[in-house]
């Protein structure tokens, strides 16, 4: 089997405790400092400092739950897309 870093495209975490909690985020892109996500139910993007995601995967605030589908990402990544043109 093979391991894979985490955050990764495709893949689905579950925020467990905090102000997010309940939403399911969905890696969409990473700049040199921060994370960008997908937040389902919500259906907003979000930003997320890097250290903060690592301390959160880390401390089982932010679980991985699954790699989706690729037309499933394929849609979540529309979505990701129309909000970020449209703020």
Not at 29 to 55: A, G, W
Request: proline share 6%.
């Amino acid at each position: 089997m093979f391991s894979v870093k985490h955050p990764a495209k495709r893949w689905c975490y579950a925020v467990t405790t905090g102000t997010f909690c309940g939403e399911m985020l969905f890696f969409m892109e990473k700049t040199p400092t921060e994370y960008h996500f997908l937040s389902l139910p919500k259906n907003i993007n979000r930003t997320i400092p890097e250290d903060k995601l690592d301390i959160g995967l880390k401390d089982n605030i932010v679980e991985i739950v699954e790699c989706v589908p690729k037309k499933v990402y394929a849609l979540l990544e529309k979505q990701y897309l129309y909000n970020k043109s449209h703020k």
